[in-house]
């Protein structure tokens, strides 16, 4: 069964740091971009960033450039996100996401949990003090 698995969330005090992991089985990675998108209650999902399989491309968005760092292990098939100087406004659930597109059409996609080839269960990221 083709799946996305993540972990890593939890509860963070703003400026700390969490390592978002996201495993993929029962599909071949190649191909793929893969991606992690946020969401906030009442907010549409937003493309947070985004890793090509094949070249090693990145997307991030304005808002967590210089914070986070996305990247992957093809041996592992696992990609993570380094979240690093977290804001309160980082909260969220974070999903991983895969499609076969450029890195930038995977993380502006519109409707992602629809369109989307492969989408995770989601892992809770609370930024608080």
């Known amino acids: 069964q083709a799946q996305l698995v993540e972990s890593g969330g939890g509860l963070v005090q703003p400026g700390g740091s969490l390592r978002l992991s996201c495993v993929a089985s029962g599909f071949t990675l190649d191909y793929y971009s893969y991606g992690w998108f946020r969401q906030v209650p009442g907010k549409e999902l937003k493309g947070v960033s985004c890793?090509?399989?094949?070249?090693?491309?990145?997307y991030y968005a304005d808002s967590v450039k210089g914070r986070f760092t996305i990247s992957r292990d093809d041996a592992k098939k696992t990609v993570y996100l380094q979240m690093m100087n977290l804001k309160p406004e980082d909260a969220g659930v974070y999903y991983c996401a895969a499609h076969p597109t450029t890195v930038q059409a995977l993380c502006q996609m519109s409707a992602p949990r629809k369109n989307m080839a492969f989408w995770g269960e989601g892992t809770s990221v609370t930024v608080s003090s």
């Open positions: 890793i090509n399989h094949g070249d090693g491309s990145t």
